[in-house]
């Protein structure tokens, strides 16, 4: 088993599953049940993906790189309609946006083609 909890990219997700989860549960029922089950279903699949893709040689992690960055968006588009619904604050949801453009800058350095 690789060790994946030395990996930046893993940790600084797993602190954003720390951070989003309380969010989460905060949700009016209603939006917790269908669109909070989304959020924190692409969060955790993001995370999963990233355990999947270390432990591939780095030369072939940039294969994955598609399936990476549509999960992260998958995220991105969930927390703005929860911003825009008013379910998240405006200050929660730049929160989260800082952390996932900070993954994202993250996660495309850790797949870039080593030459």
Known sequence: MSNYN???LFQKIYDFLLWLYPRIE???KSYRLIHGKYISTSAIELLLLVIDV???PPNERFNKK???SCKLDELRILLRLSKD???LSIKQYDFAALQLNEISKIMNAW???KH
């Open 6 to 8: 030395n990996l930046i």
């Open 26 to 28: 905060k949700f009016p």
């Open 54 to 56: 270390n432990v591939l």
């Open 66 to 68: 598609s399936e990476l």
């Open 85 to 87: 619904l008013k379910i």
């Open 111 to 113: 797949v870039r083609p």
